[in-house]
């Protein structure tokens, strides 16, 4: 099972991707077609062509690490922004139109850029 942090990341390869590309073509595409850092440990989707198949790269301490999942009927919907969030991923996976979701207004608290520069 994929676990995924409130606080993870979460980017979409808007592209179809082939599902036979392993960690070295797909963090290729984080690093390139991306322009993020594969090693950040945020996790980035590619889904391919027929919207059946996806895969999630993300880099752990120890490594790098592909989770798979292909549908047995359904699709997944198409994405229409490049970051998501971990619950709308989780959403995704579990075949809800993440699009057609509505947001409550909630207060979240952001870390500022100076933070980050040091975290």
């Given at each position: 099972m994929l676990r995924v942090g409130a606080s993870t990341r979460v980017f979409v390869y808007r592209i179809e991707s082939d599902m036979r590309w392993s960690f070295e073509r797909l963090s290729g595409v984080v690093s390139q077609g991306m322009?993020?850092?594969?090693?950040?440990?945020?996790?980035?989707?590619?889904?391919?062509?027929?919207r059946d198949?996806?895969?999630?790269l993300y880099?752990?301490?120890?490594?790098?690490?592909?989770?798979?999942?292909?549908?047995?009927?359904?699709?997944?919907?198409i994405l229409e922004k490049e970051e998501i969030t971990s619950t709308e991923?989780?959403?995704?996976?579990?075949?809800?139109e993440i699009n057609e979701i509505m947001r409550k207004k909630r207060f979240f608290l952001r870390k500022s850029s100076a933070e980050n520069a040091t975290a």
């Amino acid at each position: 099972m994929l676990r995924v942090g409130a606080s993870t990341r979460v980017f979409v390869y808007r592209i179809e991707s082939d599902m036979r590309w392993s960690f070295e073509r797909l963090s290729g595409v984080v690093s390139q077609g991306m322009q993020r850092e594969p090693l950040s440990g945020d996790l980035y989707v590619f889904l391919n062509r027929k919207r059946d198949s996806m895969k999630v790269l993300y880099f752990e301490p120890s490594g790098y690490c592909i989770w798979y999942k292909r549908l047995e009927a359904g699709r997944f919907s198409i994405l229409e922004k490049e970051e998501i969030t971990s619950t709308e991923l989780l959403c995704l996976l579990d075949g809800l139109e993440i699009n057609e979701i509505m947001r409550k207004k909630r207060f979240f608290l952001r870390k500022s850029s100076a933070e980050n520069a040091t975290a």
